[in-house]
């Protein structure tokens, strides 16, 4: 059974970089796309980009400025870089399996509040 | 990109009622990459359908979806009291991947 689980500050301050890690357990996360995905408090779900085990990347046109995507296969993990944040940043993190046609993603983690704040 | 529109914004139902959800796309939604996720509070989306009619693993029967191009729905045959949640419609066929706003399905 494929788990996700999100690591990384619950705090970061503005104008700094809210570093995220997914570690995968279940599967390895050679072969397949990865994605990240935020929500803000009581509003809808925005797709960040994601990531194929080789490294290729897609991101949201909206943050491509500011994000980061990395993987790495040894660990079976994949982390989130996003810069220069701000209020409008604090959300709820989620990252996800991208099997696309094969299945949207599934499955997603559980998620990780990050707040942004002086 | 492709801008999911959801409707009604809450539908207001009684156990063992049809659920039926709409998402309309901007464009339309290639090879029927569209997907529905359901979501309760304090956990994450749970993936119900994709390929716009394609249950996942372990979905019960009673949720179906379908249509194509622009307009899809999702359909819950009876409500069961696990199935009051929100309801998200997603295109994964065209980047940037969208969501829509969701619909909330509450007891009435």
């Known amino acids: 059974q494929v788990q996700l689980q999100e690591s990384g500050p619950g705090l970061v301050k503005p104008s700094e970089t809210l570093s995220l890690t997914c570690t995968v357990s279940g599967s390895s996360i050679s072969g397949h796309f990865w994605a990240w995905i935020r929500q803000p408090a009581g509003k809808g779900l925005e797709w960040i980009g994601r990531i194929y085990s080789s490294g290729s990347t897609n991101y949201n046109p909206s943050l491509k400025s500011r994000v980061t995507l990395s993987v790495d296969t040894s660990r079976n993990q994949f982390s989130l870089n996003l810069t220069s944040v701000t209020a409008a940043d604090t959300a709820v993190y989620y990252c996800a399996r991208d099997l696309g046609l094969l299945g949207a993603f599934r499955p997603w983690g559980q998620g990780t509040m990050v707040s942004v704040s002086s | 990109e492709i801008v999911l529109t959801q409707s009604p914004g809450t539908l207001s139902l009684s156990p063992g009622e049809r659920a039926t959800l709409s998402c309309r796309a901007s464009?339309?939604?290639?090879?029927?990459?569209l997907a529905w996720y359901q979501q309760k509070p304090g956990q994450a989306p749970r993936l119900l359908i994709y390929g716009a009619s394609n249950r996942a693993t372990g979905i019960p029967d009673r949720f179906s979806g379908g249509g194509s191009g622009t307009d899809f729905t999702l359909t819950i045959s009876s409500l069961e009291p696990e199935d009051f949640a929100v309801y998200h419609c997603?295109?994964?066929?065209?980047?940037?991947?969208?969501f829509g706003p969701g619909t909330k399905v509450d007891i009435k």
């Open positions: 464009q339309r939604v290639s090879s029927g990459y």
């Open positions: 997603q295109q994964y066929g065209s980047s940037p991947f969208t």
